[in-house]
């Protein structure tokens, strides 16, 4: 299973049958004062370190329940420079969500998500330098989901990502944390 360093680890981790399982504290989020004007760095993240280009590609399952409950990946080099993806549910329902932090401020997108929400979920980040991809896979089929700039060292630490902004107790699990070799670059 992944191993790593917990930034704001969660109130309950279990590890069972391969699988990472967190259930998110209260009030956790990843958010730097665009728009708000507030500033969150309480949410769950589970850090391992990689120099260079990669890819990691997570699966999750999760019951949303709450506005803003998310779960998914995320690459963090530190409190002003970060971006996480994954679903997250807002407006009663759930959208695949990327939110990339530069220079202390957070810009978020949003797009519908298909899927069954509770999943099993797929997606994947590439580092290609400066540069990451992050796709989604629905239908049996890569999806590109957004193009983002983030200016990084060689060192970052990837890994997998909870939060609960506005309540507590979502269960995530799991099921598949890989990090290794960067895909082969495309355009898209």
């Not at 507030?38 to 949410?43: I, K, P, Q, T």
Request: hydrophobic letters at 40%; a negative charge; glycine letters at 10%.
């Amino acid at each position: 299973m992944f191993e790593g360093r917990w930034l704001n680890e969660p109130p309950h981790v279990r590890h069972e049958g391969g699988a990472l399982i967190v259930r998110t504290g209260r009030e956790t989020d990843w958010w730097n004062n665009t728009f708000y004007g507030f500033l969150h760095l309480s949410g769950h993240f589970l850090g391992r370190e990689a120099q260079g280009d990669a890819t990691l590609v997570v699966t999750f399952s999760a019951s949303f329940t709450q506005q803003y409950d998310q779960a998914g990946a995320m690459i963090h080099v530190d409190d002003r420079t970060w971006m996480k993806c994954g679903i997250e549910f807002t407006e009663g329902t759930a959208k695949f969500s990327v939110v990339v932090t530069r220079n202390d401020q957070s810009d978020w997108s949003v797009r519908p998500w298909h899927g069954d929400p509770h999943g099993p979920v797929t997606l994947r980040v590439t580092r290609h330098a400066e540069a990451l991809r992050i796709d989604v896979l629905e239908d049996g089929a890569w999806h590109l989901v957004r193009l983002a700039f983030l200016p990084m060292p060689a060192t970052v630490s990837w890994g997998p990502m909870a939060c609960s902004p506005s309540g507590e107790g979502l269960e995530v699990r799991f099921t598949r944390l890989e990090l290794g070799s960067a895909i082969e670059r495309e355009m898209v």
